[in-house]
């Protein structure tokens, strides 16, 4: 039987390709796979005539993005695309817009045994530096949020700023323990790795605002099609929490915008408004009503006029100083 959330992939790609931005891998080590979507003018692709058939053989010329870097980071549900299908058409226009998959997510796989935010910070980095990039403004959606601050916080001289969307700082034994007791759930992985239908169902049901309702078959198809390598995600949530004791708050020197769903239940507007006080004058808020923890999908036109508007403001400022 067709899994109906497989059978639209190409659809999706080919939406992707329409708006600019094509899939391209990075061999950052051996056995280290980078997939990212790219701007499609920084692929230079071999002469027809050559023997080549690969995208990212030697032949393969990338250059430097002509207009500001924005790198869209995903969640722990779904691979770049997926959870930014909303986003990249809105952003091309104006922005080189990057859409990496996280190891183990999508295309990109690791036989590397290290599981932590770091390791993915830093992975990310090297894909980004040998595609020519030298600054971005880096977007983060939850997991991706936490990857996103920890690229920030290694690496300040490629980060502009940050827009960051229901996650926060680090992932704390404290902050997980509350968290799952108030939702419900015994562990991380029982939340962010459904194996049933009951499970993606319940897991749709903390992340959205609305009750969204789809057939137990398309549900099903779901957790076929994106939740793949659920040993080494499961790692990786083991990997993600820290000591409470242990967690520092860094002095970012970026622009950090916390762009959240009013009605987040998994991370709530509360943990958005504390982390605005901790990381100080650099921080704004800013709250999406009628929106839960899946803000960027659930209310995508909203969304986008204030990533843009955020942006605008942030190369105006920018283009202002080099005057």
Request: with cysteine; net charge positive.
């Amino acid at each position: 039987m067709v899994n109906l959330v497989a059978a639209q992939k190409p659809l999706l790609h080919f939406l992707m390709k329409m708006a600019g931005i094509i899939p391209h891998t990075i061999e950052l080590e051996a056995g280290t796979i980078l997939n990212i979507w790219v701007p499609s003018e920084t692929i230079k692709k071999p002469n027809k005539k050559s023997n080549s058939t690969s995208d990212n053989d030697d032949d393969v010329k990338i250059a430097k993005p002509s207009k500001p870097v924005v790198v869209l980071v995903h969640g722990f549900a779904a691979e770049g695309i997926v959870t930014w299908q909303f986003q990249v058409g809105a952003l091309t226009k104006k922005y080189s817009v990057y859409v990496p998959d996280l190891l183990f997510f999508g295309g990109s796989i690791t036989d590397y045994p290290e599981r932590s935010p770091t390791f993915q910070a830093e992975c990310l980095v090297k894909g980004l530096r040998k595609l020519g990039i030298e600054r971005c403004t880096l977007v983060g959606f939850s997991y991706g949020g936490m990857v996103a601050f920890k690229v920030a916080e290694l690496y300040p001289e490629l980060v502009e700023a940050l827009v960051i969307s229901g996650s926060i700082l680090a992932m704390t034994d404290s902050i997980s323990k509350t968290t799952l007791d108030e939702l419900g759930f015994s562990s991380s992985s029982e939340l962010l790795l459904p194996s049933s239908v009951k499970g993606c169902k319940a897991l749709l049901k903390v992340a959205a605002h609305k009750k969204l309702w789809f057939p137990d078959r398309l549900h099903k198809d779901f957790l076929e099609a994106m939740f793949n390598n659920r040993k080494e995600r499961a790692e990786l949530l083991e990997g993600l929490v820290v000591s409470t004791k242990d967690t520092k708050i860094p002095n970012f020197p970026q622009r950090i915008h916390l762009l959240w769903g009013e009605n987040d239940q998994i991370f709530k507007q509360e943990f958005a408004q504390n982390m605005k006080e901790q990381l100080g004058d650099k921080a704004t808020f800013e709250g999406i009503e009628k929106a839960g923890h899946l803000v960027h999908l659930e209310r995508p036109c909203v969304y986008n006029t204030c990533l843009k508007h955020f942006l605008a403001s942030l190369y105006v400022n920018q283009s202002k100083k080099l005057l």
